[in-house]
């Protein structure tokens, strides 16, 4: 299936409270364009999908398998599957995430 349309055509989601979603699903990924509030923050988890996040605007501080690092436009980060991270905008943030395979639960 191929799809033509403008991100902000795309309705946003709240997933966790501060982090508003617009999302792309594929056959085998997930494509999530972020906007996320000043001091919202994600616990620590993980998953089994594969992420590669980038930071499109703001600073965002990512704790990945331990290693705490704040974060700015153009900073690409990769989180291996199963790999325990957390975040926290510091600023507003704007963010792209990929995951593989598809995140079911943001559809």
């Given at each position: 299936?191929?799809?033509?349309?403008?991100?902000?055509?795309?309705?946003?989601?709240?997933?966790?409270?501060?982090?508003?979603?617009?999302?792309?699903?594929?056959?085998?990924?997930?494509?999530?364009?972020?906007?996320?509030?000043?001091?919202?923050?994600?616990?620590?988890?993980n998953?089994?999908?594969?992420?590669?996040?980038?930071?499109?605007?703001?600073?965002?501080?990512?704790?990945?398998?331990?290693?705490?690092?704040?974060?700015?436009?153009?900073s690409?980060?990769?989180?291996?599957?199963?790999?325990?991270?957390?975040?926290?905008a510091?600023?507003p943030?704007?963010?792209?995430?990929?995951f593989?395979?598809?995140?079911e639960?943001?559809k």
């Amino acid at each position: 299936m191929m799809v033509n349309q403008l991100i902000s055509e795309i309705e946003p989601k709240e997933i966790i409270k501060g982090y508003k979603g617009r999302f792309v699903h594929t056959e085998n990924m997930t494509i999530a364009f972020w906007e996320v509030e000043a001091g919202s923050e994600i616990p620590l988890h993980n998953h089994i999908h594969e992420q590669v996040s980038q930071i499109i605007d703001g600073e965002f501080e990512m704790n990945i398998g331990g290693e705490i690092k704040i974060h700015k436009p153009g900073s690409v980060l990769v989180i291996p599957s199963n790999v325990e991270h957390s975040g926290k905008a510091i600023t507003p943030c704007k963010i792209l995430d990929i995951f593989n395979p598809v995140r079911e639960d943001y559809k």
